[in-house]
């Protein structure tokens, strides 16, 4: 489906989320024909359990009720981002300066898509990686996807 769903859907969820004291880290939408799957990765500070995946799920069930911007049925999964957690903003990026990350640009840049290295450093505008000893910037527009690596 596109980017829209997914983005209002984004919209939607994140601050019900924010008020129970969880962040919205990452948000899968997979649309079928019959069927559509909606995957919320949370986080909070003292981490995740199923207690809190259970709360979650039910307020976020709750407003899509209500919302109903699925033309589908769905069914509603939420986890804890997990060891490969997914970067998706500033402030994700911001957390992990230090961390190994993998990214992968939407378009090549000189033949080259994946990047793996060590995060250095985070601005509005993007970030930069060490990668075989050499510093490669990204801005955020260019980034399709990111998570932490092993």
């Known amino acids: ?11 939607l969820i994140e601050p ?3 008020r129970l004291g969880y962040e919205l880290v ?3 939408y997979a649309a079928g024909r019959a069927h559509a799957l909606v995957r919320l990765f949370i986080d909070a500070p ?23 911007p699925i033309p589908t049925a769905y069914t509603l999964e939420v986890s804890s981002p997990g060891f490969d ?25 000189a033949g080259r898509r994946r990047y793996t290295g060590t995060l250095l450093t985070v601005d509005e505008a993007g ?11 990204m ?12």
Do not use: N, W, Y
């Open 1 to 11: 489906m596109t980017g829209t769903l997914r983005e209002r859907l984004i919209a």
């Open 16 to 18: 019900v989320l924010g």
């Open 26 to 28: 990452e948000l899968d």
């Open 46 to 68: 003292a981490g995740v359990g199923l207690d809190d995946c259970a709360r979650a799920s039910r307020e976020a069930s709750a407003l899509l009720d209500v919302e109903d």
């Open 85 to 109: 957690r997914v970067l998706r903003t500033q402030a994700h990026f911001g957390r992990f300066v230090g961390s190994r990350v993998f990214v992968e640009l939407k378009e090549p840049r």
């Open 127 to 137: 970030i930069a990686l060490e990668v075989d000893r050499e510093q490669v910037a």
């Open 139 to 150: 801005a955020f527009t260019e980034i399709g996807k990111a998570r932490l690596a092993p």
